[in-house]
């Protein structure tokens, strides 16, 4: 070998021998391969009407608690505004009873105290007659009056005895009205659970109508897909729109039945994407599955135990907006 290709080939199997070193030390990082994924939630509406307007699509930022799209709510609308007005004249209805009951009352109370007071004074004049036609009488016997004075007295007496009945039938009828006020309390107590249930059954109808307006996550997010359009029939569940947190992101990787003892929840961990070389994000697993995935049909052998994989998440702590669902990378395990 001449001896100028000496040192290129010393040269050579130092680079060889450097590579061999790196890759041992690059493979023996323990790490594991997934994708970057997202939760994606899909809005669905949970009533039948035609779209009339969808406010976001694909690619928007939606603000927490937006409106995203419109249904057409004339329909219960209208059966909401025929239940308002069913309020309304049951509210004026219960009024007009109570100051009904309230004057009738008050003119029942003093109409039974004025009959009462003509039935005593009828009483008083009835027991006056009574004994004056008496006494009338034991002066005829005696031969101290005459049988015209007894007639006088009699016909007195007589009248005293119809107008003492008359007063007690008076105010037999005040007090017969007592019931006709009873009824009408009981009228008003009708009234009033008709206006109970009307008010309810208000209240549901206006549950229904909020449904017709369909409102973003609690939290802002990013429409992924667009499904309906304005003019579209909707049905209970027809799916409007998905979005994602973009915040809420992982990374799903898939552990062997070898190392899932090392694969703990709460464990930290590195990320590193293949879309972002040498740049590592910070990481939790934050699931890992009870049962294995892929399982053999028929487990005879240990090569068939170890082909075993669990699912597991990694929850990106840091920078997770700045990724795309899709991207494949791989975890490292941080040393405890």
Sequence with gaps: MPRKLIPIVLLLAVGIAAAVWFARNESGAQHFTGFVEGEERVLRSEVAGRVLEVHFGEGDAVPAGATIAELDDRDIQARANSKRQEMA??????????????????????????????????????????????????????????????????????????????AREMLARAQAEERQIEVARRELETMRAQRELARAQLAELEVTLS???????????????????????????????????????????????????????????????????????????????????????????????????????VRILEGAESLQPGTEGNVYLDAE
């Design 89 to 166: 004249a049951l509210d004026a209805q219960i009024f007009a009873q109570q100051e009904r009951i309230e004057l009738v009352q008050g003119t029942w109370q003093r109409d039974v105290l004025a009959r009462a007071a003509d039935v005593r004074q009828a009483e008083s004049t009835y027991e006056v007659a009574e004994r004056t036609f008496e006494r009338e009488q034991g002066l005829v016997k005696t031969g101290a009056s005459t049988l015209q004075l007894l007639d006088d007295q009699r016909g007195r007496r007589d009248q005293a005895r119809s107008a003492l009945e008359r």
């Design 211 to 313: 449904k017709y307006q369909v409102h973003s996550p609690a939290t802002a997010t990013v429409v992924q897909t667009q499904f309906i359009w304005p003019g579209e029939l909707a049905q209970p569940g027809t799916a409007l729109l998905s979005v994602l947190d973009p915040l809420d992101k992982y990374v799903q990787i898939y552990v062997p039945v070898s190392q899932v003892g090392e694969v703990q929840v709460g464990r930290r961990v590195q990320i590193e994407l293949d879309s972002r070389p040498g740049q590592r994000f910070p990481g939790e697993i934050s699931f890992v599955a009870d049962q294995a995935n892929f399982t053999p049909e028929k487990i005879e052998t240990r090569s068939d135990r170890m082909g075993q994989v669990y699912r597991a998440k």
